[in-house]
């Protein structure tokens, strides 16, 4: 797997910087945030290492395809799938991405108001 070496979140992969991790296989890693914006938030993330959605290339569609199926995975175990969930990726810094690495934001627990606040 690739990695960039100063990146908190493939620290995380390495395990050179503790979390809560919920789920992992092969392609993807799950932890909790550590400033939950809602009862469950776990953050669902590639072990290779992609900026983000706008960064990644069709090579990738197979780990993408693994992160969607583990963010499910994720919702399910943490008892999500009756009440439902949101999934959130923000791209950029004008979305409110602040670890340019990509993630999925697995988000319930409680009712979820859209347009989000």
């Not at 992992?24 to 809602?38: K, S, V």
Request: proline share 7%; with cysteine.
């Amino acid at each position: 797997m690739s990695a960039d070496a100063n990146c908190l979140f493939c620290k995380i992969v390495r395990r050179e910087i503790p979390s809560t991790i919920v789920f992992e296989n092969d392609h993807a890693l799950a932890f909790r945030d550590i400033h939950p914006a809602a009862k469950t938030h776990v953050l669902v993330i590639p072990k290779k290492h992609i900026i983000g959605i706008a960064h990644a290339e069709p090579a990738d569609a197979p780990t993408m395809g693994e992160l969607l199926l583990a963010a499910r995975k994720v919702a399910e175990q943490e008892g999500l799938g009756d009440g439902g969930y949101r999934l959130v990726i923000n791209n950029g810094a004008d979305a409110g991405q602040s670890v340019l690495h990509l993630h999925v934001h697995v988000l319930g627990g409680r009712p979820l108001a859209w347009p989000p606040g």
